[in-house]
């Protein structure tokens, strides 16, 4: 008797665990809208920008260990803040581009706004290792007013087997956009 209430415990919590596992993948579902927080635009001859950057961000899809002899993969997120108080920035472009330089991704058909204070975010899985240990972003943005430059970051993450790894890249400004018509 006291063996079959023992089953039935661990029956019933085996069933809790995985219930709560597959609330979380769903959940995580949710996270793979490319671009979250912002709408797209259209761009025009009306749109005149008076201020812009190309923002480079390291992203890294695996690292090595054990004497470049084994590597473990890193989901990625390219996290893009809008950092000023007031006024919105439109993105032109987000392009991923591997160790070699070469272009893997260019995940903006259209430009999109983003507004003040908003962020949005691209997702790179962990089994997408193209990217290698030097891949990098290139984040193009403009703005038709002064305004605050956003802040660029990759977290690299992995939660493999019973270890967690996670660590943040920070964007640089490498070019800042001139416009033949600022006065």
């Given at each position: 008797m006291v063996w079959k209430?023992?089953?039935l415990i661990l029956l019933f919590i085996?069933?809790?665990?995985?219930s709560c596992q597959a609330e979380e993948t769903d959940n995580l579902e949710l996270t793979k809208e490319p671009f979250i927080n912002t709408e797209i635009v259209t761009i025009d001859d009306n749109f005149k920008p008076i201020m812009g950057e190309i923002i480079y961000v390291p992203a890294y899809s695996y690292i090595y260990y054990s004497n470049r002899q084994r590597s473990h993969s890193?989901?990625?997120?390219?996290?893009?803040?809008?950092?000023d108080v007031e006024l919105p920035i439109m993105i032109k472009s987000v392009k991923y581009y591997d160790s070699k330089g070469q272009l893997l991704e260019d995940y903006l058909s259209h430009p999109i706004q983003l507004n003040a204070l908003s962020s949005t975010n691209f997702y790179i899985e962990?089994?997408?290792t193209r990217g290698g240990v030097g891949g990098n972003f290139l984040i193009e943005w403009v703005a038709q007013k002064e305004?605050?430059?956003?802040?660029a970051e990759s977290v690299m993450v992995s939660t493999a087997s019973t270890q967690g790894i996670s660590f943040v890249s920070t964007g640089r400004i490498i070019k800042k956009l001139k416009f033949d018509d600022v006065k």
């Amino acid at each position: 008797m006291v063996w079959k209430i023992k089953h039935l415990i661990l029956l019933f919590i085996s069933f809790f665990i995985i219930s709560c596992q597959a609330e979380e993948t769903d959940n995580l579902e949710l996270t793979k809208e490319p671009f979250i927080n912002t709408e797209i635009v259209t761009i025009d001859d009306n749109f005149k920008p008076i201020m812009g950057e190309i923002i480079y961000v390291p992203a890294y899809s695996y690292i090595y260990y054990s004497n470049r002899q084994r590597s473990h993969s890193l989901a990625i997120t390219l996290s893009l803040h809008n950092t000023d108080v007031e006024l919105p920035i439109m993105i032109k472009s987000v392009k991923y581009y591997d160790s070699k330089g070469q272009l893997l991704e260019d995940y903006l058909s259209h430009p999109i706004q983003l507004n003040a204070l908003s962020s949005t975010n691209f997702y790179i899985e962990d089994d997408d290792t193209r990217g290698g240990v030097g891949g990098n972003f290139l984040i193009e943005w403009v703005a038709q007013k002064e305004v605050s430059s956003p802040i660029a970051e990759s977290v690299m993450v992995s939660t493999a087997s019973t270890q967690g790894i996670s660590f943040v890249s920070t964007g640089r400004i490498i070019k800042k956009l001139k416009f033949d018509d600022v006065k």
